[in-house]
């Protein structure tokens, strides 16, 4: 092979080689271009993940810790609830117990009070009686004092 033979390119084919060249080039830093603004948005998007993760763990955070809250408030409510149930029993039946006791004593007093007059009934019946078997036996004394006379 000789060369002149391949030596033989022409200006339009080097030309055309340096176009295909700064084309592929232009390409090239186009894509890179293209690339590096995919990876910034994608780090952008990332960053933008990361960053409504975050919020929203913190916001899921917060409503655990004010539900937590809400339920040892709930817990505490309910206790002194019980509490002041336990001490409002407490004193009714302390109540009760003394109502009971005043009712027992005064049942006591009305039974005694009902015996008295049961005896006094009975004394006051027992006194008429003996009275009356004085008045007829005074009677019956006169009426044959009186038989006898006539």
């Not at 890179?32 to 780090?43: F, G, M, T, V």
């Amino acid at each position: 092979m000789d060369n002149t033979q391949q030596t033989t390119v022409t200006q339009a084919e080097i030309h055309a080689w340096r176009t295909e060249i700064r084309d592929l080039k232009n390409t090239v830093a186009a894509l890179r271009s293209a690339l590096e603004q995919e990876i910034i948005d994608k780090k952008k998007s990332v960053q933008e993940a990361i960053s409504a993760g975050s919020t929203e763990f913190a916001q899921l955070k917060a409503t655990a810790s004010a539900l937590r809250e809400a339920l040892e408030q709930a817990r505490i409510d309910r206790d002194k609830a019980v509490q002041d149930a336990v001490v409002t029993a407490s004193h009714e039946i302390v109540q009760l117990h003394a109502a009971t006791s005043a009712l027992r004593d005064a049942l006591e007093l009305a039974r005694q009070d009902k015996e008295h007059c049961v005896q006094a009934a009975v004394l006051a019946a027992h006194d008429e009686i003996q009275q009356l078997k004085a008045t007829v036996a005074a009677l019956r004394d006169a009426l044959e004092a009186r038989r006898a006379a006539h």
